[in-house]
């Protein structure tokens, strides 16, 4: 009997492109999925730009990104203690080519209710040399939800951490030197209006653009970039972004290899894309592996946050194994 | 000089399950600059950790290294590149990578409780430390150091000095020195006379006088001790930094049989400037015989010959003797001696007895003789038929003086009788304690010719053992050296308290004998650089590298381009020369007239009497060893000991 055909594989025949791999920033997060628009500064429609390999800007560049992690340390009733720790760093790489930490900032934190506390808690709490962030009342009662308030309050420390060590960096860069940041430029002013800062972003929960621009900008193929724009209807400071196709997302996924790139909004941004894309063409290598987002992790920003994971508290990370003993059988 | 200052960590302990540390080694890593490699010595320091940490430290050396980047797979890296390799170069950043090194613990302080290496910084050992590290703090100072300087230990542009303990080298704690590695990289024979100059600077005073003999079994080798070679400025430093004088050995004295015609000596150093210091080594049947079962093979080892020696030795040598068959004899010679195995042999044909001769059967007297025969023979030159022999100065050994015994042409069966009478002519003075010095060191090249791991059991295997097992106690210390350690016996190797390795083959270091070497201990034996050696000594608990300045003497083959050796002179010449070295005062032309028409057998016989007495008138003695001047007569067949059977396969 001969097997029927797979619908998969039909569609593929009828014209569709094979694709076989769904990073997880693709199911994005379900509030931003809505279009949020976009004011294109480059041309008259968004168009796909060939990207030629650069050389880097400057002879050093600094490369910035933060991590978090938490941990439920304790329960007070059905009240969870949480102990967060953020820390973002600047890596910065000279001639030879090697990172090495030019700043770093971490914190600790416990995030719980302070109201919800039994008196002795909350006084070992309250003595205890960390910071405590205490989370309203609307945001506890259950504890699935007073974990996902912690969640994103840990979010936000981090993002502050990681804004007070950007903003220093770009305050000391020197005159050629550019700093590259893990996520929105437009979150910061400073960063934002610099003139030698670009924001790499991997996760593409928002989207600017729908209809035949939207598929443009997903589909561009690989050493391409599209025409800048400036993302609106978000409430950050203005930037230009462009999108760049790292690698070939056929065989994958539309958003495999795909970066937006955030720089100040100025002309100047607009002349230097093709640059700065081809530039971070070049970042491709060596690949970040084996990190799951390699696709779009630059490796020097996978640098960083792999200095900044082996500083951070060991209690905090997830156990890989049993830390029983192994047996001979 | 190593800083003796605290230099910052050079790494750090770290340890993983799978990695743990242990109380005999552990892991550690550094920056990727780092100047340590393989054989470094490194501390560390236990600065945090329990109770039992704090303080601690702990020396080792380097091991194994380990290099490898957060790559997780090679395709990634071909991903990276595009599939073009020169790309892989052209990446923007320099993936992380790690140093990672393996060392194995040498001492740790406490040393009780043993504990496993604590996670703690790595510092490069100073001076002081390579001290602790080595236990040589236990003999280096104190009232009475024992200290003998080996060589730098060198690493990362700082360097110590290696000292072995006198006690564990020379005895009585253990002794002897083996040194193995391939011809002409190992620099074997260098290291070998570094340590005699060095032994000879530092040997102390309490444990008595010292001397060395040293057997010349091949080439020049040996043969320009005391001349002085070529050194560079950095000799030169090195040999300030071991405290031992740059300059070739004081006292050497050479010994060196004849060659076939009994004149001319059978050695590379008969160049004019030098062949006047040479000795000849000539014996006669009494120096022979008292060795003769060097002379029997595997096959000759009976009783029945053992006793027919043993019978001519007590009761025939230098004895009036009557044959039984009417006539008397005085055995002082292989000629006298060949004239009794032909009186026996004559007598019981003529009487029709039976094949017994005073108890011995015919045909073990035949294969005694045959034996005897053939060493005269093949060994001219070194056994002489006339009785008078030249010898060493048995008695009379000087202190810090190097005796060389040249046998480089001389036949194995000679070398074989000459190695094995000299070793226990030394046993028997030091047992007596009548040698002259308090202990000889013996140096044998190509050892595993003399004591091979397989084949039969010679004398001078036998005697090798012995002086491995026995001869610490009595001051006999054997250095031996040879290219390939798994092939020589392994109580001569597994009894040499000091082992030492030059560039070894890799072959060899397959073999079971270097399994506790780690792979990477074994590549850089194989790729060791001239001047530089791995040694392992009873204090140090795991194999040290070691650099050592070249040695002052000359070396062989410079030797020989800068002392040619002569061509054999004609007999008179060669007489001229023999009695010159004794007395400068004469003049050629007058012993040439003294020996014109004289046979060479007086000639050479009147010779051996002059350098036995050594007259305070040499000619004049010469003329009289030699007799009144005969008329010539018609040459005579010159009486030799014809071997019965030279080639002979009979089973005896």
Redesign the interface.
């Known amino acids: 009997m001969t097997p029927r055909r797979r619908w998969t594989e039909a569609i593929v025949a009828a014209g569709a492109v094979r694709a076989a791999y769904v990073p997880d920033a693709s199911t994005g997060r379900s509030e931003a999925l809505e279009p949020t628009g976009a004011e294109l500064v480059e041309g008259a429609a968004l168009e796909l730009h060939p990207v030629p390999l650069a050389p880097?800007p400057g002879p050093a560049?600094a490369f910035l990104d933060g991590i978090q992690q938490w941990a439920v340390v304790g329960y007070d009733g059905v009240t969870p203690i949480v102990r967060a720790h953020v820390a973002a760093a600047v890596r910065r790489?000279g001639p030879?080519?090697?990172?090495r930490t030019a700043d770093e900032a971490a914190r600790e934190l416990a995030i719980t209710r302070l109201a919800a506390l039994s008196a002795p808690v909350r006084r070992a709490l309250e003595g205890a040399d960390v910071e405590i962030v205490d989370l309203a009342a609307d945001e506890t009662g259950q504890p699935g939800r007073a974990l996902r308030a912690a969640h994103l309050r840990v979010d936000r420390a981090r993002e502050q951490v990681e804004r007070e060590v950007g903003e220093r960096c770009a305050g000391r860069l020197g005159p050629k030197e550019w700093l590259v940041v893990d996520g929105l430029l437009s979150e910061s002013r400073v960063l934002a209006e610099h003139p030698r800062a670009l924001g790499v972003i991997k996760s593409h929960g928002a989207q600017y653009f729908e209809g035949e621009a939207l598929e443009r900008a997903l589909t561009l193929p690989a050493d391409h970039r599209t025409s800048a724009f400036r993302p609106l209807g978000h409430q950050h400071r203005p930037v230009y972004s462009w999108y760049l196709r790292l690698w070939p997302w056929d065989g994958n996924d539309l958003l495999y290899g795909l970066v937006r790139i955030e720089a100040r909004a100025h002309p100047a941004s607009v002349a230097q894309a093709t640059a700065l894309s081809g530039w971070l063409l070049?970042?491709?290598?060596?690949?970040s592996?084996?990190d799951a987002r390699w696709d779009r992790l630059l490796?020097?920003i996978h640098?960083v946050e792999?200095y900044l994971r082996s500083r951070a508290p060991r209690d905090l990370l997830p156990a890989t194994g049993s830390r029983l003993p192994?047996t001979g059988s | 000089m190593i800083d003796k200052s605290r230099p910052t960590p050079i790494g750090r302990v770290v340890a993983t399950?799978l990695k743990p540390a242990t109380p005999h080694q552990f892991h550690f890593w550094t920056a990727n600059e780092t100047p340590i490699g393989i054989g470094a010595i490194v501390r560390v320091e236990a600065s945090e950790g329990g109770a039992l940490s704090v303080g601690r430290v702990v020396y080792g050396v380097v091991t194994d290294g380990f290099a490898y980047s957060?790559?997780?797979?090679p395709l990634?890296?071909v991903?990276?590149?595009?599939g073009d390799p020169a790309?892989?170069a052209?990446?923007?950043?320099?993936?992380?990578e790690i140093r990672l090194w393996t060392a194995a613990v040498l001492r740790q302080i406490p040393e009780e409780p043993l504990q496993p290496v604590p996670l703690g910084q790595v510092h490069v050992a100073g001076d002081a430390d390579v001290a602790q590290a080595l236990r040589m703090d236990a003999y280096v100072g104190g009232a009475q150091p024992r200290a003998i300087p080996i060589g730098l230990y060198t690493s990362g542009g700082l360097e110590a000095p290696v000292y072995l303990d006198a006690d564990f080298l020379l005895g009585p704690e253990a002794a002897h020195l083996n040194i193995s590695g391939v011809s002409g990289l190992a620099t074997k024979t260098s290291a070998v006379e570094f340590l005699l100059a060095s032994i000879f600077r530092h040997f102390p005073s309490h444990k008595g006088r010292i001397a060395a003999v040293c057997f010349n079994v091949k080439g020049p080798d040996l043969c320009f001790l005391d001349r002085p070679g070529e050194l560079d400025a950095e000799d030169r430093r090195r040999y300030a930094r071991l405290d031992v004088e740059p300059r070739p050995f004081d006292r050497v004295r050479y010994f060196a049989p004849f060659k076939a015609d009994g004149v001319n000596l059978n050695t590379l150093r008969t160049h004019p400037d030098l062949a006047g210091d040479v000795d000849p080594l000539v014996w006669g049947l009494q120096e022979v015989l008292d060795f003769a079962e060097v002379l029997l093979n595997r096959d000759d080892i009976d009783a029945k010959a053992d006793a027919f020696i043993d019978f001519l030795a007590d009761r025939v040598l230098n004895k009036d003797f009557d044959d039984g068959f009417g006539r008397q004899h005085r055995v002082q010679n292989f000629a006298d001696l060949d004239a009794l195995f032909r009186a026996i042999f004559d007598g019981l044909e003529a009487t029709g007895r039976s094949d017994m001769w005073r108890t011995h059967h015919i045909a073990t007297i035949r294969k005694v003789r045959n034996r005897l025969a053939n060493i005269s023979t093949r060994c001219k030159g070194l056994v002489t038929d006339d009785g008078l022999s030249n010898d060493l100065p048995w008695g009379e050994f000087q202190d810090r003086t190097v005796y060389v015994v040249d046998l480089a042409n001389v036949d194995p069966l000679g070398q074989d009788l000459v190695f094995a009478r000299v070793v226990s002519k030394l046993r028997e003075h030091l047992e007596r304690r009548d040698l002259g010095v308090d202990a000889v060191v013996v140096f044998v090249d190509e050892l595993n010719k003399y004591a091979p791991a397989d084949g039969p059991e010679t004398y001078v295997k036998k005697m090798l053992l012995d002086i491995s097992e026995r001869g610490r106690y009595l001051g006999l210390v054997l250095f031996g050296a040879e290219q390939f350690r798994s092939q020589v016996h392994r109580r001569i190797v597994g009894n040499a308290g000091t082992l030492v390795y030059g560039r070894m083959d890799m072959d060899e270091l397959a073999t079971p004998g270097y399994q506790v070497l780690s792979p990477a201990t074994k590549i850089k034996l194989a790729t060791l650089p001239i001047g530089e050696l791995m040694v392992r000594h009873p204090h140090f608990t795991q194999p040290i590298f070691v650099r050592f300045p070249r040695p002052a003497p000359l070396r062989g083959r410079d030797g020989v381009e800068r002392f040619p050796p002569a061509a054999d002179l004609p007999f008179e010449e060669a007489v001229v020369r023999q009695l010159l070295r004794l007395d400068r005062r004469i003049r050629p032309n007058q012993v040439k007239d003294v020996i014109a028409d004289r046979r060479a057998e007086d000639v050479r016989g009147a010779l051996a009497a002059v350098r036995r007495a050594r007259p305070e008138d040499v000619l004049a003695y010469f003329r009289k060893a030699l007799g009144t001047r005969v008329a010539p007569t018609a040459p005579r067949p010159r009486q030799v000991v014809p071997p019965l059977n030279p080639i002979s396969e009979e089973p005896y």
């Open positions: 880097a560049i790489r030879d080519r090697r990172p070049r970042e491709r290598a060596p690949v592996t084996p490796y020097p640098d792999t192994k | 399950e957060d790559l997780a797979t990634h890296d991903v990276g590149a595009e790309r892989a052209e990446a923007p950043t320099v993936r992380q």
